[in-house]
């Protein structure tokens, strides 16, 4: 069993759709929560971040922590086309740990 | 502007040739890092350093190697030792590796495609 999975997608919704990207872990241990964008042939950038459980919002995103369901997800309102990219779910079990990246989920949004 | 550079952007090599990748960063970041990224797959470590001359292997370091001579650099060698280095690679730089840090933000490069023909 994988660290962390995640649904690879592609998913594609029609623009102003809400989105729910998720991914799963296996070790309890892991507590902070990373969501990364990629836009294609670039490197990630760091989205949003949680520690430890609960939701954290930020404009049109909120992240989202069920560590009793090892089970993180990013929900995106209004999507927009400007949101079509891949989205890559890490994490790490101390601020100084080896941050664990899922495989992403490839959005593509429909003007 | 602050960042990380990265160069090539695309690079062919042939079997059995080393080639290596750059990787600069100007935001005065102690930590760097090398990821590969293949399809389907997570962003795996390569390798990592945390102070200049100093470095310590990821989960895939074989038939890899790097240097860091100067806090602002950290290149990666591709060796021939490497069976399947046709891949996206990634550098990525953070404040450090500390204990009670907030959170480990790394900033990531533009990446180097390498195609080996």
């Known amino acids: 069993q994988k660290e962390v999975e995640q649904d690879p997608g592609p998913l594609s919704v029609p623009e102003g759709a809400i989105v729910s990207l998720n991914c799963t872990y296996s070790n309890s241990a892991f507590q902070y929560f990373m969501w990364y964008r990629q836009y294609s042939r670039k490197g990630p950038e760091l989205l949003m971040y949680t520690y430890s459980s609960g939701n954290k919002e930020d404009g049109r995103f909120t992240a989202q922590v069920d560590k009793s369901s090892k089970y993180i997800s990013l929900f995106i309102r209004d999507s927009q086309p400007s949101d079509s990219a891949t989205y890559l779910c890490a994490m790490c079990q101390t601020s100084y740990d080896k941050v664990i990246f899922g495989p992403g989920t490839s959005l593509s949004v429909i003007p | 502007d602050g960042g990380i550079t990265q160069s090539p952007k695309y690079l062919f090599r042939k079997e059995g040739q080393n080639v290596t990748l750059s990787c600069e960063q100007n935001l005065n970041h102690d930590a760097m890092y090398w990821y590969r990224q293949d399809p389907g797959q997570g962003l795996r470590l390569i390798y990592y350093?945390?102070?200049?001359?100093?470095?310590q292997k990821g989960d895939i370091a074989e038939g890899y190697s790097v240097s860091r001579e100067k806090k602002e650099s950290f290149p990666l060698t591709v060796t021939s030792a490497q069976k399947n280095p046709t891949a996206f690679y990634l550098c990525?730089?953070?404040?450090?590796?500390?204990?009670?840090?907030?959170?480990?933000?790394?900033?990531f490069g533009p990446g180097t495609r390498l195609t080996v023909l």
């Open positions: 990525a730089s953070s404040i450090a590796l500390l204990a009670g840090a907030s959170y480990n933000e790394q900033f």
């Open positions: 350093s945390q102070i200049v001359n100093d470095f």
